[in-house]
């Protein structure tokens, strides 16, 4: 397994930018997919964005679509989530999450057996 540490959130009005990254620990972080989630209070933890092992491919949840991007950089065992136009709706903790393998369109959580510890995020009106 990997161990992953995010970093970057913090408060911020809406419209605001924000950029979320996680490192990962180990050798073996280009062999992982890589993806976000994030859980507000009372909700169930939601598919933000993935991305695969090479960078190539990436998928977006509907709602940040064109306003979040995920990149990797494989030489600093880094994911990153750079965040812009942000809403009140985005508040929420964000977690990063590494899977073996990619679902195509809409991962699932269950696709990710590493998570790390969660950073929040709060987007105030």
């Known amino acids: 397994q990997v161990q992953l540490v995010e970093s970057g959130g913090g408060l911020v009005q809406a419209g605001g930018s924000l950029r979320l990254s996680c490192a990962a620990s180990g050798r073996t972080f280009s062999s992982y997919a890589m993806g976000w989630f994030r859980q507000a209070p009372g909700k169930e933890r939601e598919f933000v964005a993935a991305?695969?092992?090479?960078?190539?491919?990436?998928y977006y949840a509907d709602s940040v679509k064109g306003r979040f991007t995920i990149s990797r950089d494989n030489a600093k065992n880094t994911v990153y989530l750079q965040m812009n136009s942000l809403k009140p709706e985005d508040t929420a903790v964000y977690y990063c999450a590494a899977g073996l393998t990619l679902r195509v369109g809409k991962p699932s959580p269950r696709d990710f057996a590493s998570w790390g510890q969660g950073t929040q995020v709060t987007v105030s009106s």
């Open positions: 991305i695969s092992q090479s960078g190539r491919i990436t």
